[in-house]
């Protein structure tokens, strides 16, 4: 078998997708990963990279075109890396999501458990509440390359508001006329870092813009061209991130204009939200996803349950209205903060929230001899560190609602609970982020029953 070599040109038939939605293909048994290929094409390849195991190509020719294939409808795809599938149908993403989940939770998590729903979006474009534009150092707005942090300028980005391309401009234009310098991440120097934009069901904006410094020069004319370009703006804040860091946000906040926090409704709640509070950025399928993790939670109205990673308390809430109890942990102060006000503003009495570590308010709440009936995680990609887990199932709840942004990390830790006694039910993948590979999922675990002597 000879060794491929780059720049060389194949022929090949596109048998299935990366994690990452590449399409995969084999040339003499050796892996190859090809850049924005369909499943069932053949096309003629030309390898850019290889590897010891694997390879990376790209689509030189499509010799046999697949129906699921379509012409990409944005100028940046796919230089740009926020999205990966606008080159297939909408029907064949979320093929591709579906079936992602469920080898992950078999071939992973050794979970015999099916992924026979994917619940689709209504609208693959705009459906973003929430935008973080990296600035490049010569001041110009937009997303990055993928896996690279070069911005590619991007301001009429198909998955945002209308209200926060439009902001990107302003600002663009705010750093051009005042001569304000951008943030060059190599050398540490110069001034706005990323421009962040929440919006709300009503169109209205919260902005966030992330300084490596302490002020802005100009500020009140920033805010003047950022209302100017939308009026519906409720506040505009600066956000002070000094470290060399990939991390977007830092932990000082100053109010330029208007308020702090933006108000939004999700499963017939509302909640109001500051910058760093975590919420889902595609609200009408979050509440989709929410609901059917309600149903999983199977509620009567008696139950005690035990929400971590809360957020500013939408789960929590939308359990509360079902259960008895509600508790909910989050180790972001502002997110808590708001959790507790958005259970006043919404009238319910039944729930209480805990800022700190998920794994160390569990651990408190089972010295405490909490016992939840249902315990509801919906952790940051990289899934549940792994001494949380011994520590719910100490607290033997009868059922756990996993709510998961990784697959991979879903499926590990499914394999890591059924060391504890707790087998996947039910598992529905729901489609937070169109035109990405990113999926959602919800898995329900529920306790085995002891073994018979």
């Given at each position: 078998?000879?060794?491929?070599?780059?720049?060389?040109?194949?022929?090949?038939?596109?048998?299935?997708?990366?994690?990452?939605?590449?399409?995969?293909?084999?040339?003499?048994?050796?892996?190859?990963?090809?850049?924005?290929?369909?499943?069932?094409?053949?096309?003629?390849?030309?390898?850019?990279?290889?590897?010891?195991?694997?390879?990376?190509?790209?689509?030189?020719?499509?010799?046999?075109?697949?129906?699921?294939?379509?012409?990409?409808?944005?100028?940046?795809?796919?230089?740009?890396?926020?999205?990966?599938?606008?080159?297939?149908?909408?029907?064949?993403?979320?093929?591709?999501?579906?079936?992602?989940?469920?080898?992950?939770?078999?071939?992973?998590?050794?979970?015999?458990?099916?992924?026979?729903?994917?619940?689709?979006?209504?609208?693959?474009?705009?459906?973003?509440?929430?935008?973080?534009?990296?600035?490049?150092?010569?001041?110009?707005?937009?997303?990055?390359?993928?896996?690279?942090?070069?911005?590619?300028?991007?301001?009429?980005?198909?998955?945002?508001?209308?209200?926060?391309?439009?902001?990107?401009?302003?600002?663009?234009?705010?750093?051009?006329?005042?001569?304000?310098?951008?943030?060059?991440?190599?050398?540490?120097?110069?001034?706005?870092?990323?421009?962040?934009?929440?919006?709300?069901?009503?169109?209205?904006?919260?902005?966030?813009?992330?300084?490596?410094?302490?002020?802005?020069?100009?500020?009140?004319?920033?805010?003047?061209?950022?209302?100017?370009?939308?009026?519906?703006?409720?506040?505009?804040?600066?956000?002070?991130?000094?470290?060399?860091?990939?991390?977007?946000?830092?932990?000082?906040?100053?109010?330029?204009?208007?308020?702090?926090?933006?108000?939004?409704?999700?499963?017939?709640?509302?909640?109001?939200?500051?910058?760093?509070?975590?919420?889902?950025?595609?609200?009408?399928?979050?509440?989709?996803?929410?609901?059917?993790?309600?149903?999983?939670?199977?509620?009567?109205?008696?139950?005690?349950?035990?929400?971590?990673?809360?957020?500013?308390?939408?789960?929590?809430?939308?359990?509360?209205?079902?259960?008895?109890?509600?508790?909910?942990?989050?180790?972001?102060p502002e997110a808590v903060e708001n959790a507790r006000e958005n259970a006043q503003a919404n009238g319910i009495a039944n729930a209480e929230f805990f800022c700190g570590d998920a794994g160390d308010i569990a651990q408190r709440l089972a010295?405490?001899?909490?016992?939840?009936?249902?315990?509801?995680?919906?952790?940051?990609?990289?899934?549940?560190?792994?001494?949380?887990?011994?520590?719910?199932?100490?607290?033997?709840?009868?059922?756990?609602?996993?709510?998961?942004?990784?697959?991979?990390?879903?499926?590990?830790?499914?394999?890591?609970?059924?060391?504890?006694?707790?087998?996947?039910?039910?598992?529905?993948?729901?489609?937070?982020?169109?035109?990405?590979?990113?999926?959602?999922?919800?898995?329900?675990?529920?306790?085995?029953?002891?073994?018979?002597?």
């Amino acid at each position: 078998m000879a060794a491929l070599a780059k720049n060389q040109l194949h022929t090949v038939t596109i048998t299935g997708y990366t994690a990452e939605g590449l399409g995969i293909a084999r040339i003499d048994g050796q892996v190859v990963f090809v850049h924005n290929a369909v499943r069932g094409e053949t096309c003629s390849i030309r390898i850019m990279k290889t590897l010891k195991n694997i390879a990376y190509a790209r689509v030189e020719e499509i010799l046999d075109r697949s129906p699921a294939r379509r012409e990409p409808d944005c100028p940046h795809f796919p230089a740009c890396g926020g999205c990966d599938f606008r080159h297939l149908a909408y029907s064949e993403e979320l093929e591709v999501k579906r079936q992602r989940v469920e080898d992950a939770l078999r071939r992973v998590g050794g979970a015999d458990v099916a992924v026979g729903e994917i619940i689709g979006a209504d609208w693959v474009d705009g459906y973003r509440n929430k935008c973080q534009f990296p600035v490049s150092p010569d001041g110009r707005a937009g997303f990055f390359r993928a896996r690279s942090h070069q911005v590619i300028p991007a301001l009429d980005c198909r998955l945002q508001t209308s209200q926060a391309n439009a902001v990107a401009a302003a600002v663009e234009g705010y750093l051009l006329d005042h001569d304000v310098p951008a943030y060059d991440e190599a050398a540490h120097r110069g001034l706005l870092r990323h421009i962040y934009v929440r919006t709300n069901r009503e169109g209205q904006a919260l902005v966030c813009l992330v300084v490596n410094g302490v002020r802005l020069p100009a500020e009140e004319e920033l805010v003047r061209h950022i209302r100017a370009v939308c009026p519906e703006t409720v506040g505009v804040v600066l956000n002070v991130n000094r470290e060399r860091t990939n991390v977007v946000l830092g932990g000082a906040y100053r109010t330029l204009w208007g308020e702090d926090t933006i108000t939004d409704t999700l499963c017939g709640l509302t909640f109001r939200l500051s910058v760093p509070s975590f919420y889902q950025v595609n609200r009408d399928q979050a509440g989709r996803l929410y609901e059917k993790a309600v149903e999983f939670a199977g509620l009567t109205g008696r139950e005690t349950v035990l929400d971590l990673y809360c957020g500013a308390g939408t789960i929590t809430l939308a359990m509360a209205r079902r259960a008895g109890r509600t508790i909910g942990a989050e180790i972001v102060p502002e997110a808590v903060e708001n959790a507790r006000e958005n259970a006043q503003a919404n009238g319910i009495a039944n729930a209480e929230f805990f800022c700190g570590d998920a794994g160390d308010i569990a651990q408190r709440l089972a010295a405490e001899r909490l016992r939840p009936d249902v315990v509801v995680v919906d952790p940051p990609r990289k899934g549940l560190e792994e001494t949380v887990i011994p520590v719910i199932a100490s607290m033997r709840p009868e059922r756990i609602v996993y709510v998961s942004c990784d697959p991979g990390t879903l499926a590990r830790d499914v394999k890591r609970f059924s060391g504890e006694g707790y087998r996947a039910l039910r598992a529905v993948a729901v489609d937070l982020f169109p035109r990405t590979r990113h999926v959602e999922t919800v898995l329900l675990l529920s306790k085995l029953p002891p073994a018979s002597k």
